[in-house]
Structure formats: structure tokens, C-alpha cells
């Protein structure tokens, strides 16, 4: 408990500080904030359940459209839409999870995969729903209490979402549910011979993990003022797969956020762009030859070196 | 009626090409290469190149050939040498990574811009066959894939090597045990699968275009069919190419071209849900 506070504390005073910071430099941290979110909930399948999704970019876009659809179409305020949609990436991942658990590692990133390409399909054609292929713009926002919501308060909310997806995570970590899902990536039928429901629990993470990747979906619309076919490809949930890996894989969730300030803040704070698949692809590779455990692991091993303890 | 059945089919041929690569490096190596479309594109771009250059047909499908072949090697040293110690997920994450980075390095080296491709041999030379006009490129793909099946059936069923290749598909261990260099048919399973998929390459080019993500295209159907056929099976991942080809091409004449891919998509779950040994396979997919 103490730690949950301490961290809403820490989550509220980056959301304050990132009012404070330059106009360009707070979009890119609201940015940075919501690939921190996705990387999240990757690495909650690929590190702590032990499955690779590369569905994150259409989990991504259900949320954003999602978000709009009820926003603008249906008229709904913003706090009946994200909790709606929220609730239905969750219901969707959970889906996910129930095909996931027929498959093998390798059919199941071949699922994702295809699950890209069906998302690309709605977003292109999906009629009046997804702006006939242009995509949706977000309407004016008046939040009570604030105005008319601007890119700023966005920003911040993003900021604050990211620190506390990062605390929750790290304390769900600790908790059964945490324990559980390492048990079971570690060997699914040891795992169930303790009595752990595969099916519930890896579903349940699938769940948890859409859930996820809708809010970094619906944060990202809100933040970019629209939602595009191109946001929602094949090479984002790649991006994110290579900040996950690149950040680490010791069950840390410090690597949710080391990956995306590595790959993706410094290649756009120093206008890399065109490099971008290349840097994601080469940085993928390089860790995965020469540091298994990303840069967490990086990090463990100079302490244990500085500290002289042996992990 | 005929001219659609006959597209379909040549479709399905370099799906089938495709698939037969993807099939073989799984079967030895037990990962699904998803850059298996960059080598496609690699060999669409060396035969355009070599085609500037003014090479005869023969040269350019040689320089395409081995431009897959050492694009196959590289994977293979990667793959199987770097990261042999490493758990499968983390190598197909790799080939993930390969897949990205060869699309990004072509956009930097060369435009996005798709770029045109003569057809290999004939040219936009088009035949009539009982009324129905054929263009000869179609003809050429299911020439190169009736070869390449019987080459392939020789291969495996009458040579040492082919018969050792399926001995470390079956069990590496005990291929190793009976003195077979299981390392050397990995690399060679992984230049068969770099050359077949060089020359799906050249032989798509004229209808796509060469362009960056090119292979992005057709991998996804090409690794349904080998789905289709079994993940683990050559010949069933030849025939799983040749029904993908099709069905796409006969929903995108029934249904539009917007279902092409819902209706792939729906072939490869079910597949996998219900029959994840596909037509042919012999089912060491595990369902855990």
C-alpha cells in the first residue's frame, strides 16, 4: 500500500512537471508516455506470461477508434468513453487469450500477426466507422473544471497513466497473479500441476494486456488530435517489440520505460525518423547477440560489478 | 472462367515457393522465419539491378538466385550460429528484427516508390490458350514451380543429401549420431529457402512492382499455406500456397478485395484451431 502511494505521488508530480516543460518537448513526452503504456503490456505477455503478441498496434487502434467512435458518433462524454472502451479491449484481448491458449509460441505470433492485417482492413475500409479510410479527428472536449481539454492536459494525462501503469505493473509483479503468470512461463505444465488454471490465467494476461494497449491507444488519439490507418501497422508493434526487448527482460518494468526512451525519445528528439526501422531492427538484434536481458540486465550486471555482489 | 483459375494458380505458385522455404527452415530449425518476404524482395532487387546492368536472362536469375542464397546464408549465421543457444521465441523475435531492419535499410537505400520489373524471358509477351489470352509470365511461374516440385521429390526421395536433410528434420540428435553434419544441412536448408524465395521474387516483380515491403505482402499468405499443408511438410506447403492463391483470387472476384484478407485470415485459424497439423503435417506443432 505504502508503495502504491508513493508511487501515485511520483506519478502526479511527473504529470504536474510536464505542464512546466516546452511546447515541442512535452508532445514528445505524452508520446514517449504512451509507448511506455504499449511496451507495457507487451512486456506483461512477453516477459511475465511468456507469450509474444504482435497485436499491439491493433489493440492500440481499437482503443483510439474506439474511443472516437463513441466520442463523436454516439455523443458520449470522455468519462463514460475510455472506461467503456477500456472494457472493451479488455473483452477482446480476452478473446485473444482463449485462441492463444490453442496455440504454440510460434502459431500464436503468426495469429497476431494476421490479427494486424484484419485491423488494417476496418481502418481502410471500415466505411463511415473509420472516416472512410482517413481515419477520425477528436471533437472538442470540454472537461468540467478545466475548459476545453488541449494537448497540454493530454500530455499530462499521459504522463501520469504512463508512471502508474508502470507502478501497478511492478507491483502486480509481486502479487499471486504476478507470481502466477512467471510459473507459467516458466514451464505451463509444472505450472499446472500446482493447480494453476492455464487457461483462466493466460487469458486473464491477454485480458489485462489489451486493456493496456487500448488506454495507449485512446491516450494517443486524444494526443495527436486523430486516429490514421498508418498509426496502427505491423512496423508499430514491432517498434514496441524491440523497446520491450531492448529494455529488458528480467521481469523488471523498468525496461518499459528504458526501451521507449532509448528507441523511441532519442531517434525523434534528435529527428532520426528515417531511420527509424533500421535503428529498431538493429538495436533488436544487437541485444538480442550481446545482452540477452536488455539494458535492465545491463544494469544489473554494472551494479552487481560496482557493488562487488554476486546476483 | 478459365484465365481466373489459371491467375489463381500462378498466384499460388509463388506463395507456394515461398511457403516451401518457410517449411523447410521450420522443419529443420523449428521457427517460422518471418523474414522470409525481405528475401523475396531481396531477389526482386538484385534482378531488377541486374537487369540495368544489361545481364542475359540467365545471368540475371543467377545473381538473383544467389543474392537469396547469401541473404539465406546470413540468416542462417544468425540465426543458427549467434543465437543457437537461445530460446525459439527469442529467434523468431530475430527474425522479426531481420525483417524490419531489411525493410528499412531498402527504404534508405532505395526509394519507397515501387519500381517497375520486365517479366523474366518473355517479356509482356501474352499467348492465347483456347481463347483465353495468357500473359507469358503466368505461363513461366507454373512451368519453374512443376520443376521445382519435381526437382524438390528427386531431392528429397533419391539423393544422399535430400534423404539426410529429412534425417535432421526428423530427429537432429540421432542424425548427428549417424555421422550426418547437422549444422551444414541447416545452412543448406536455409540457402534452399534464400534461392526459392529469390525467385518467387523475380517471378512477381512484373505484377507488384519491387518496392521495400514487397515481401510484407506475401508472406502472410504464403505462410498460411504452409499452415495449410502443415508447417512441417514440403509438399503440403506447396499445395497450401497453390489453395491460398486460389481462394484469394476467387474472394476478390466473389466477395471484393477488401474480404481477400478476412477470409485468409479465417483459413489460417482455422487451421490452427482445428487441424493445427494441416493437410499433410505430422504434427510435432505443439499445442501447449
Redesign the interface.
Known sequence: MRRLIIGLAIALLLAVATLFVGGYLRFLLGQLAVAVIAVASLSLLGNMA?M?S?ASAAFMGFGGYGALILLTMMGMPLVFAIPLTLAAGWVVGWGMGL?AI??????L???T???I??F??FA??GGELSGDGYGLVVPDIVVPGLGHMTQDHVAAACVFAAAMTVVLTANLTKSRIGRTWLAIKEN??AAQMQGVNLLMVRSMAFATAGAMAALAGILQALLLGITNPNLYT??TS?SH??MM?VGGSTGMSLGAVLGPALLFFLPEYFDLG?????????A??IT??IA?TGLVGVWERLAALVTGRKQ | MLSNLIGGLAVGSLYGLIAVGVALVYRTTG??N?AQGELVAIGAYAYIFATAWGGSPLMTMLVALLSGMAAGAVFFL?IDV??RH?Q???K???T??????????A??LVTDRPQRAEAWLFGDRVVTVGGTYLPSNTLVILAVLTAIAVGLYVWFSRTIMGKAMAAVAEDPLRAALSGIPVRKMLLLSWLVAGALAALAGVLISPATGVFPAMG?QVF?AA??GA?IGGLDSIFGAMLGGLLVGVVQTYAVISVGG??R??I??GL??AF??FK?SGLFGSLR????
Open positions: 511468456g509474444i504482435l485462441v490453442r496455440l504454440h509460441g510460434i502459431s505470433a503468426i495469429v500477426f494476421g490479427f492485417q484484419i488494417q482492413v481502410k475500409q505451463p505444465i505491423i512496423d514491432i517489440l524491440a526487448v528515417a531511420y527509424h526501422e533500421v535503428l529498431f531492427g538493429g533488436l538484434l538480442l547477440v540477452p | 521457427l517460422v518471418f544468425i549467434l543465437l537461445h525459439e521465441l527469442r523468431v523475435v530475430a522479426i528484427a531481420l525483417m524490419t531492419f531489411i525493410q528499412g535499410g527504404r534508405l510484407g502472410l505462410t498460411v499452415v477488401a474480404f484478407d478476412l485468409v485470415f489460417l485459424l490452427l484451431l493445427p506443432l505443439r499445442r501447449v
